[in-house]
Structure formats: C-alpha cells, structure tokens
C-alpha cells in the first residue's frame, strides 16, 4: 500500500525476500517471553531425572551398588541398561553407542544409569551416591595414539586424484610437517534438555531442544520398543545448537523417555552444564601429516595429507565430518595431484559429532597452513600464493574440477577477492605493519586474508530433502510448519517471507509453528546450512499451490488468464481489479476452494558414491574472504584482534540482516576454535574444561572494536530459493585469518624467514611456544 493506503501500481516490484527484517522471535528474546523447552509448564505428577556417570575412561563394571541412589531423599525410580524396554542404542548411523553402559565404559562421564526423582536437585545429589566397582583397562586419548594402535571407529578413508608421486618427483620445492588442530565444545546457551509426557496406548510425547526431530522420534521408538507412530517429537525453538544437538540430543530424548514410560509419569532431564559437557561429544580435533610439493612460483604441483581425527569411543557421525573434510582439503585452490587420506580415530573420550562446519574447517585449514609456509618460504605475500593456486575464473574449462570430481561453474573467488583486497586496503596495511614491527621489538602485528570455498548439501544424498504444510485461514491469516527447527539462526524468519512473499502478502499476516513429528514427517537434520534452501523451497511449493488455486478461482470470477492474475502488496491483481487478499480467501472458502496444502522439495542433480569418493555432493558453493590484522605481545602470549574486514557470498540474500548478523557470529565463534578454546583431559581420560571457568568462548572485549561486515553482490548460478545461497556454516572459516594473522605477527620476529610451528587453538602457551623456536632458529 502507499501512503495513502491505495494498491501500488506496479505488482511485479513488489518483494518480501531481500528485505532485512527482524527476526521473528526477536521481541521475545528481548522481553524473556520465548517458549523454550525447560520454559514449558509442568504438568501435574512431573519429575526429573538425572544420569549418574561413569568415574572411569575405560573399564569393565564388575559390579554396582544403586541402594544409597534408591535410598535418596526423593527418588522414585533407578533405572539402568536391562530397564530399557527395546533398543539400548542411540547411534545416528551405526549402532554402537548405547543410551546406558552395561558391563563396559568407554569415557568417563558415560551414563551407566538413570535416577529419577521429585526434583532436579535431589536427582543430581542422588546420582552422585552409586557405588561402581571398575575394572580398568588401558586408555586411548589422542588421534596420534589411536593411530599408533590402528584403534578406529570406522575404515580409514582415502581420495586420490592424478599421480601425486610422480608430480612430487618433478617438484622442485617440498614442505613436510604436522599440525594439530583441538576440538571445540558447541556450548550452546540452553543446555540439553528433554520433557517426556506419556500419553494413551504407549504414546509418548517428547519436547526436546534437538535440531533433528525424526531422528528423535526414531531413537525413542526403538528405545521403547514401539512404532514411530506412537512418538511424537516437538521443538518451537533451541537456545543455540551448533551441530551438537543433531544427534547428541538422542541420549537425552531417549532416557527422559524410558524414565516416563516406566513410571509412567510425566519427566524432565535437564542437563546442567558440567555434566553436559563431561557427556556430550564436541568438534573432532585432528591431527595432519602432510607433504606439499611446488614450483618457484609457489604453485602447488602435489600435495599429500593424513588426518586422523580424535572421534571418540564410538562412531556417531564420524564418518560424514572426515568425508566433508577430505572433500574440503582443497578449499578455494586447483589440487592436479593429490592423496588424502582420513581416519576416524577410536579415543575413550565423548563420541563427537557435529559441529558447525562439520569437517569442513579441520579440512581446508589444512592448505591453507600450507600455502602459508610456502609464502614465507619464497619470501612471498601469501595472498599472492593463494591467488596463484586459485580454482580457474567461473566460465573457464581449466583448473575446475575438484579431486572428487565436481566440476565447478560458479567460482566468483577471484573477484571476491579483488574486491575485498581493494576495500580492506590490504597492501597499505601491509607496509604499514612491516613499518610497525621494524620499529617495535616487543609487540609485533600481523596481517592475512583467507578466502573461503564451501560445498552446500548433505553428503548422503538422500537426506537432501524437505516438507512443509501451509494453511490460509478465512481471516486471511497464514500458518506455516516445516521440518526445520530454529535455534536462534532465522530458518522460520526466512521461510515465513518465502511463503508471504509467494502470496503477495505482508510479512505479519504469516506465523511459524513449532517443528512437530506429527505434522511433517521423516525430516531432516537442520544441519548442513542447508536448512533455509531445503525447508524454503518446500514452504514455496506449499504456497504456491495455495496460489494457483486462487489465481485460478479469481479468474473464474473476474475474467482472465489465471497466469496473469498477481499476487502483491495484500492485493490480488486480476482482470484490472484489485482485490484485498482477506477478502479473495473468504470468497474462495465459500466457494469451496482447498486453502491448505503441503509442498516438497528434493535437490536436484546430487550423487555421491562412498567407495571412490567420486561425485557431485554439492549442489554449489558458497564463497567468502575475510581480512584480519592483530597484535601479539611476544614476552607475554597475549594478543588482540585489531581489525576484521570479511566479505562473503549468501547470492541473492533472503535477509541481509540476519545474514550479516550469521557471518559475524560464525567470524567469532570460529576465531575462539582456533584461538582461546582449549580442551584439556587430563591423563585419567577426564576433561578438565568441563565449564566457562575452564573453557574460554570469546567475550565481547575479544571482538574487534573495527569489525567490517559486507555481503557480495552475487546471484545463485544454482536455482536455490530465490537464488540466494547458505549462510549457517561457511562463514566459520572466515576467521582462519586471525589464526594467520597471529602466525604472520609471530613470524615477524625472525624477518619471516622462520615458518612458526603454531598449533590451534593458538592460546597464550601456544603463541609463546612459538615465539621460542622463531627467535631460537633466526639467533646468529
């Protein structure tokens, strides 16, 4: 409508998506009024469970005294692996990690039983109060001993493309080394968390912060011993999930359940944070072995590398990280040459699983720490040496196709980064630091930019798809469901301006119910930062039957082609009128028109095969660079982030707020992986850093007070959503330039002509680690 409250003339300028709207739980969150799981109120006869926990990283049980548990004040039930009524299993992919240990642990913090009581507390105080006799038996903690002892949860992987001895035969320059990238806790702000509520003939309700509620439905139904149609599996909303609640969220789903069903009384299990992060598994930590061979140029001719990551006690999703991370190896550069090879390693630590990015990051950090070493070798500015290694320009037939075979026609790296070396005044700030550090003995800054390429599907084909239902109420108001499920990253926001957008309407007569089981079935994990093109696309087929059918009922009323009819500004354009879209729904009700419908949506043209490793796993790719300046303190460890310039790719964005506010959160969220956040065990097999008091997430004094973000002006050469392109993951590799920086600044102490041997994440020790050997090799 204009100002004067009349149709705009002209329907086809009118748009919902692109616009930066709000987030549409954005009130909520400000108010404290979102409905979060623990937030649900308790219905009459609710208790509470807690996990008592295994005290050992690897050890047969030779017996167990659960009589002070029963005795606690206030419990009503103890409940352990031979009370589980079906499955004692809640492994995404193979079954081998069990909901409850029996007879064997194999990391300490496993859940060997459940206590059930009349509150929170007394279940935690009682948990603590078993008697476990262990037998112990030896402990793997690391990648580099389960590799030692061939000990792996799954098949060691590899892809090999060219003859990369040869290749290395005819190189006249070769870089070998290690390195070792930590693992990451996902803490998420809400904790895990589940609400079991048992209802008539055996079925169970089940609320649960998860980002996979299928998933949830199945594990619970064999865990019971029932059909899928007996569960029901509900989440409005998670407090954060980052990939640990893909699959993590089972156990935690699965026990709340078993306690409900065999006391049959409504249950809560709510994790608090220690015993969340002492149970539930983080992103894999690796560990490379590597050999790159190149010309004078820097150009990279072979290369080999072997990871092996720290995958913990069982498989989970292992073996999808190490494949995304071998397929990411490559990130933004031409590989002719190549061997990589990957191993799932079987540590008696958590089993970890997703996490943003999921084997992506661990797997291009990896060049890129190589093309850094080359650059210093030749006395070269690294971006020269990425540029050069560059995939060939989009429209080119040379330099394009990836080691696993995906020809890529959408490369826009090279202009991307043009683009952000001109705006970050990259080269000037480069000479201004070389200036800095000649004059400053102690503190010494850095500066890098790290470009970004990143594939966008779910490696296993067929999980690449989507439903939604839609409904358009007599009053004109519109409901949408889909199978996607928000954690604070705007899928509903995203979807609900898809659907106003397809019926020409605003964006407050649409409004998103909760992810539901019962609504859309057999969904997929919101993961994969495939959720907004997945769900999006589906929720648009949805709205544009709806659509149809009304197009073709005003058509029949007034006249016209029901193809012309548009739909716009809450208006309904036909045959030269102009009709109030309320008043087009009440008509069509009355006229006995279908005002519901669902949709579906499928990815086009993906295959992959697991066995060579060969295929199109990808529907495209989303690109990005970021800029990063820093200074270290050398006799201290200490640094700062000065300055962050990042740029990055979302195509035609859904909405450049939320995007923008994606790419900032992703930039720091990374920055901690591979600076601050440490995970430590100690040689017991416990994890030490087990809270915020231990583990250190960045703050808000650890963001740059000069933080640049921009989109590119880039449309999908895909036909995504409005050809927009995934904004979840990617962009957690923009702040490789921190680390870079951090290294670049190191290696300034030694004239960088000493490539500094630094470690992720690059805490103080670490840094300072590295300070050694750079000013113990440049001493006379």
């Known amino acids: 409508m204009n100002d004067a409250g009349t149709p705009i003339l002209d329907a086809a300028q009118w748009t919902e998506v692109g616009r930066a709207r709000p987030h549409e739980s954005a009130v909520l969150h400000v108010l404290g009024q979102a409905t979060y799981t623990d937030d649900i109120r308790e219905t009459a006869g609710t208790l509470h469970a807690a996990l008592g926990l295994s005290g050992r990283a690897h050890a047969r049980i030779l017996g167990i005294d659960l009589e002070p548990v029963r005795a606690s004040r206030g419990v009503v039930a103890v409940l352990s692996a031979h009370d589980i009524p079906g499955l004692n299993d809640c492994g995404p992919i193979i079954h081998d990690d069990p909901i409850l240990a029996d007879g064997l642990v194999q990391y300490l913090g496993q859940p060997v039983f459940i206590v059930v009581a009349d509150s929170h507390d007394n ?79 055996h079925g169970m309700h089940v609320y649960c912060s998860t980002q996979h509620p299928s998933e949830m439905q199945h594990v619970v139904a064999h865990a019971l011993g029932l059909h899928s149609h007996h569960v029901t599996v509900e989440c409005r909303r998670m407090g954060g999930g980052f990939g640990g609640k893909e699959s993590q969220s089972a156990l935690w789903a699965a026990a709340a359940a078993i306690a409900a069903s065999a006391t049959r009384r409504p249950v809560k299990l709510r994790a608090d944070r220690d015993d969340d992060m002492l149970v539930t598994g983080k992103r894999h930590c690796f560990h490379y072995e590597y050999e790159v061979g190149y010309d004078g140029e820097g150009r990279i001719l072979a290369a080999k590398v072997d990871m092996v990551t720290r995958a913990g006690y069982s498989a989970d ?42 084997g992506g990051p661990q797997g291009a950090i990896a060049i890129e720490y190589v093309i850094d070493e080359i650059a210093r070798n030749l006395g070269r500015d690294a971006l020269d040496i990425r540029r050069l290694n560059f995939y060939g320009r989009s429209g080119s037939n040379e330099r394009n196709v990836t080691p696993y075979g995906q020809t890529i026609v959408d490369n826009v790296i090279h202009e991307l980064v043009a683009e952000l070396e001109q705006s970050s005044d990259y080269r000037a700030r480069r000479a201004d630091i070389d200036a800095f550090n000649r004059a400053s003995p102690v503190l010494k800054k850095g500066l890098a930019l790290t470009p970004v390429k990143f594939g966008i599907a779910f490696n296993v084909t067929h999980l690449n798809q989507a439903g939604a239902l839609v409904h358009v109420y007599v009053d004109g108001s519109i409901l949408v469901n889909h199978g996607g499920t928000e954690m604070g990253q705007g899928i509903n926001t995203k979807v609900m301006q898809v659907v106003a957008h397809e019926l020409g309407v605003d964006l407050a007569r649409v409004r998103a119910t909760a992810t539901n089981t019962s609504k859309v079935a057999n969904t997929s994990a ?85 066995k060579t490793m060969n295929g199109r796993p990808f529907s495209y790719y989303a690109y990005g660079a970021a800029v990063s300046e820093v200074v270290v303190d050398t006799l201290t460890g200490e640094w700062k982030l000065l300055r962050a310039d990042a740029l990055y790719d979302a195509g035609n964005s859904l909405n450049p707020a939320i995007d923008i506010g994606q790419v900032e959160g992703a930039f720091i969220q990374g920055m901690g992986w591979l600076t601050t956040e440490e995970l430590w065990w100690n040689p017991a097999g416990k994890l030490m850093t087990h809270a915020p008091s231990t583990y250190k997430i960045p703050g808000v004094s650890d963001c740059p007070e000069d933080f640049r973000v921009r989109l590119f002006r880039n449309r999908n050469a895909e036909d995504s959503i409005h050809r927009s392109k995934a904004v979840g993951e990617p962009p957690l590799l923009l702040p490789f330039s921190v680390f870079f920086a951090i290294r670049d600044a190191i290696s300034a102490l030694g ?30």
């Open 123 to 201: 279940a935690r105080r009682a948990a603590r109060r078993a008697m476990i006799d262990y037998e112990d038996l030896p402990a793997i903690l690391s990648p580099q001993e389960a590799r030692a002892a061939q000990s792996y949860v799954l098949p060691p992987m590899r892809l090999a493309r060219g003859d990369a001895e040869r290749a290395f035969a005819g190189a006249p320059h070769r870089v070998k080394g290690e390195l070792l990238v930590g693992g990451q806790e996902q803490f998420y702000l809400e904790g895990q968390i589940a609400y079991a509520i048992p209802g008539e003939d």
């Open 317 to 358: 999703l292992s073996g999808p990280v190490a494949t995304r991370a071998v397929c990411h190896f490559d990130n933004s550069y031409y590989l002719s040459d190549v061997d990589i090879r990957a191993a799932c390693g079987k540590t008696n630590t958590q089993s970890n699983t997703a996490f943003r990015g999921f």
């Open 526 to 610: 919101t993961a994969a930062s495939t959720g907004a093109d997945l769900n999006g696309k589906a929720a648009q087929d949805a709205a544009r039957k709806i659509r149809d059918r009304l197009a073709a009922f005003v058509a029949s009323q007034f006249g016209g082609d029901p193809s012309e009819v548009r739909f716009a500004d809450d208006t309904v354009f036909v045959n030269g009128e102009a009709l109030r879209f309320g008043e087009v729904v009440a008509k069509a009700y009355l006229a006995r028109v279908q005002l519901w419908s669902d949709g579906f949506y499928a990815t086009p043209g993906l295959h992959w095969d697991p």
């Open 751 to 780: 004239g960088h002509r000493v490539n500094p041997p630094l470690n992720a994440p690059a805490t103080s020790e670490e840094i300072l680690k590295a300070v050694a050997f750079v000013e113990a090799a440049s001493a006379p």
